[in-house]
């Protein structure tokens, strides 16, 4: 193991120092101890210098590397005037879903770029695929070098509204730590209801998913008590349990969710805990996603009301959205003029 000294971190000794119960080692020309290789010092228990780096860089580093006491915990992001925790009582926390073709991922990002929403910190989990890029939601050069990792926190105080986005796939075996993680913090933070945005291979419907429209919903018994009136009168479809064991027992009903990553596993544990949810996603394949997305934003929209829909009643999605600056490369860059 390595111990950084102290002196790293004021610029002191970049020297690394040998253990109390190693020799003495000879010293170079000018009486400096010579230098010793980091990677020899591996093990030993030598101090070593650490590399300095900008504070912007924390909480990358923090999302690559957790630490078992605080993995999965909400950290508040530190905007010049002190860290500490906003209050999420009563607001509506919405979250995608890591689920085939990044639909509910891409709708967030709908959500977050149309609204103005405000990053107020970060999810710090070992149970994602650790990553960081620029700013996705980028208005200008002053913004655009900022960094964001793969779980953020964006809020809206005046809709009470707080969104989940996350960026990268669950690592093997972490689903169902980071839903425990997710539904303690929704728990503590007073959240009133939780909308997770998700989506479900097309491929596998039964005959009875193939009719009609491809969205579905799912309710928790609490939030059904609370909005089940509001959810029938916009004539929405719930997702429909599928047989157990087809062409065998067709009576033992499941709910079945191919390629929904999450979604059925944090649905159940929200029912157990008596944790109001909903979950909205919309069957599709793989592919251009970006359709799907619009579809499902508007599906949310038709609920929370998040944005006025037009009075001209357009057809067009992106009328109503403001499509990140993160998408114009979604597919790489366009075709070179000189190949035509």
Request: a neutral charge; glycine letters at 8%; hydrophobic letters at 40%.
């Amino acid at each position: 193991m390595i111990c950084f000294s102290s002196e790293a971190f004021s610029g002191g000794s970049d020297m690394a120092e040998a253990p109390a119960n190693e020799p003495q080692r000879p010293r170079g020309e000018r009486g400096q101890r010579r230098h010793r290789p980091l990677a020899a010092a591996r093990g030993c228990g030598v101090r070593a210098p650490l590399p300095s780096f900008p504070p912007s860089f924390l909480p990358f580093f923090t999302a690559c590397f957790p630490s078992p006491f605080t993995a999965g915990m909400f950290i508040p992001c530190d905007r010049g005037g002190g860290s500490a925790a906003p209050d999420f009582k009563g607001f509506t926390l919405l979250m995608p879903a890591v689920s085939v073709g990044n639909v509910g991922q891409l709708a967030i990002d709908l959500v977050i770029s149309t609204l103005g929403m405000t990053k107020v910190g970060y999810f710090y989990t070992d149970c994602l695929v650790p990553m960081v890029g620029n700013n996705p939601y980028a208005t200008a050069e002053e913004n655009s070098v900022e960094l964001s990792i793969n779980a953020e926190v964006y809020s809206l105080p005046s809709k009470k509204l707080v969104v989940l986005q996350i960026r990268s796939p669950f690592i093997k075996n972490k689903y169902r730590p980071f839903c425990e993680t997710l539904l303690s913090w929704v728990k503590s933070s007073k959240c009133a209801r939780v909308v997770l945005l998700s989506s479900s291979h097309a491929y596998q419907r039964d005959d009875e998913q193939l009719l009609g429209t491809p969205l579905r919903y799912l309710l928790t018994p609490d939030l059904e008590k609370a909005v089940g009136g509001r959810v029938k009168e916009l004539n929405w479809k719930e997702m429909e349990k599928v047989a157990a064991y087809p062409g065998i027992n067709d009576t033992d009903k499941v709910l079945h969710i191919p390629g929904g990553g999450i979604t059925k596993l944090l649905f159940t544990e929200s029912c157990s805990e008596g944790i109001q949810m909903a979950v909205l996603l919309k069957f599709c394949s793989e592919g251009d996603n970006i359709p799907d997305a619009f579809v499902l934003v508007n599906y949310l929209n038709e609920w929370l009301q998040l944005i006025k829909s037009e009075s001209n009643n357009s057809t067009d999605p992106s009328s109503q959205w403001k499509i990140p600056s993160s998408w114009r490369l979604l597919f790489g860059s366009g075709l070179p003029p000189a190949l035509f």
